[in-house]
């Protein structure tokens, strides 16, 4: 079945640092791949997504290009701030399966200080 | 502005009392879900609906009902049934139509505490 696999934190960066948070995934047919980010306290933001081979998506400085070759679709930004702490999860939706639930990883947390 | 509400943001229920999470969208979305956030284990799907009057068991249906008598909303009774309630609970939609990317987008959350 469809899965996803995300890289366990916390991460703890200093601001200004890079960043990435590995998620990689198995599946059958045609998934779509997203980030989705969750502030505390909060429900949850889509960041981007990517809806086929070597798409990149992109939005606030984040980037993920959807990898099919090495099933990835890592979250990178080249320089993170205090305000991007909060909680990332990584999701996957079947193309032919709509309507049906995103397929989640168990998230990351990012810590960053000044 | 369109999007999906939930009510109330923080709700406390005694033991044995059912209780209802409203959820609410205006984004004319056919799909909805229900999910249950607990620290460390992610989302996990109680409910989902791909269209009016019709609504399927996700993975953890166990002690939770649902209804979807209109498209724009989709509440969750929380029953006694239900041994550990204490959760975040998140609704969601998507478009739900075959064929396209079906991104889904979030409500704000319900906290639910057994007291």
């Keep these: ?114 | 502005d369109g999007g999906i509400t939930q009510s109330p943001k923080y709700l406390f229920r005694k033991e044995g009392q059912n209780v209802t999470l409203s959820c609410e969208q205006n984004l004319n979305h056919d799909a909805m879900y229900w999910y249950r956030q607990d620290p460390g284990q992610g989302l996990r799907l109680i409910y989902y609906s791909q269209i009016v009057n019709d609504f399927q068991k996700g993975d953890i249906a166990e002690g939770y009902s649902v209804s979807r008598e209109k498209k724009e909303s989709f509440p969750l009774t929380v029953t006694s049934a239900q041994k550990n309630p204490t959760a975040f609970y998140l609704c969601a939609s998507s478009i739900g139509a075959a064929g396209v990317t079906d991104t889904q987008y979030f409500g704000p959350g319900t906290r639910l505490t057994v007291l």
Excluded at chain 1, 49 to 74: C, L
Aim: charged share 15%.
């Design chain 1, 1 to 114: 079945g469809n899965s996803v696999t995300q890289m366990e934190g916390p991460v703890t960066l200093s601001e200004e640092a890079f960043l990435t948070i590995n998620c990689t995934y198995t599946a059958t047919g045609y998934p779509s791949l997203f980030w989705y980010v969750q502030y505390p306290g909060e429900g949850l933001q889509l960041l981007l997504k990517a809806t086929k081979a070597d798409d990149k998506g992109s939005n606030k400085g984040f980037e993920a290009t959807y990898r099919k070759e090495t099933t990835s679709f890592h979250l990178e930004k080249g320089s993170v701030q205090v305000s991007d702490s909060a909680v990332y999860f990584c999701a996957l939706s079947d193309l032919n399966q709509a309507g049906t639930a995103l397929i989640f990883g168990k998230g990351t947390t990012l810590s960053v200080s000044s």
